[in-house]
């Protein structure tokens, strides 16, 4: 079945360090990819999506580009800062469906 | 919009007890997710109902746990008897199309 497989955490980087944080997926047919973030104590949001092959989703300075080829949707941003920690989650949703398939979070913390 | 909301945000209760959390999906949301967010388990899906229709409900855990969703704009999900083990963040979440919006959870403790 679909799977989402994330890079285990914590992560932890100084401030205006580059953060990657890595994703990789199996799935059938052609996965719509999301990257949610969850702040302590609080549900999680959308961060940035991408619905088809080599399309980069953006926002607030983190980027994910949708690689078929190597199966993947690795979240970056150039320079994290302390507000960017919280937990990262890499997700896909199969064709025909909003249910979504989760990987496992990986926490980011940053240091002043 | 106030987008998902979920009630109550902290549950303490006995095991054995009955509990009862509940969701109000984001108008128009044909699709709602029930979660449930461990330490040891990470976040797992317990149910998904479209356009008010259970769908999947392979992630309940056991017989203690029932969900319903009555009309568009309601949801419960139900825990009788409760356990200790049942102690978690419960997340509600509701869907038009692609995206996934999630309530801000229900701490749920059972001593």
């Known amino acids: 079945g679909d799977s989402v497989t994330q890079m285990e955490g914590p992560v932890t980087l100084s401030e205006e360090a580059f953060l990657t944080i890595n994703c990789t997926y199996t799935?059938?047919?052609?996965?719509?990819l999301f990257w949610y973030v969850q702040y302590p104590g609080e549900g999680l949001q959308l961060l940035l999506k991408?619905?088809?092959?080599?399309d980069k989703g953006s926002n607030k300075g983190f980027e994910a580009t949708y690689r078929k080829e190597t199966t993947s949707f690795h979240l970056e941003k150039g320079s994290v800062q302390v507000s960017d920690s919280a937990v990262y989650f890499c997700?896909?949703?199969?064709?025909?469906?909003?249910?979504?398939?989760f990987g496992t979070g990986t926490r980011l913390q940053v240091f002043p | 919009d106030a987008g998902v909301i979920q009630s109550p945000r902290h549950e303490v209760t006995e095991m054995g007890q009955e509990v009862t959390l509940r969701c109000k999906p984001i108008?128009?949301?044909?699709?709602l997710f029930w979660y449930r967010q461990t330490m040891m388990r990470g976040l797992e899906l317990l149910i998904y109902?479209?356009?008010?229709?259970?769908?999947?409900d392979s992630g309940m855990p056991e017989d203690r746990f029932s969900a319903k969703m009555p009309n568009a704009s309601f949801s419960t999900l139900k825990i009788q008897p409760s356990e200790p083990r049942d102690s978690a963040v419960y997340f509600c979440?509701?869907?038009?199309?692609?995206?996934?919006?999630f309530g801000p959870g229900t701490r749920l403790t059972v001593t």
């Open positions: 979440a509701s869907s038009g199309g692609y995206e996934q919006y």
């Open positions: 799935a059938t047919g052609y996965p719509s």
């Open positions: 991408a619905t088809k092959a080599d």
């Open positions: 997700a896909l949703s199969g064709s025909n469906t909003d249910k979504l398939i």
């Open positions: 108008s128009g949301h044909n699709s």
């Open positions: 109902f479209n356009n008010n229709v259970p769908i999947d």
